[in-house]
């Protein structure tokens, strides 16, 4: 199978940034929940 330079070079493209959005992504969501807990203690104990 062949794949001409540029095609892999977009797929490469694509491929790298769909890690680096999901990283992201994952690193919001870790920080949006753990904020969510922080909250959530901090009014329980006071």
Known sequence: ???????????????IAGVISALAFMRRARRATKAFF?????????
Do not use: C, K, T
């Not at 199978?1 to 491929?15: E, F, K, N, R």
């Open 38 to 46: 922080v909250s959530l203690f901090n009014r329980h104990h006071r």
């Open 1 to 15: 199978m062949y794949i001409d330079p540029a095609a892999g070079s977009l797929v490469l493209q694509v491929v």
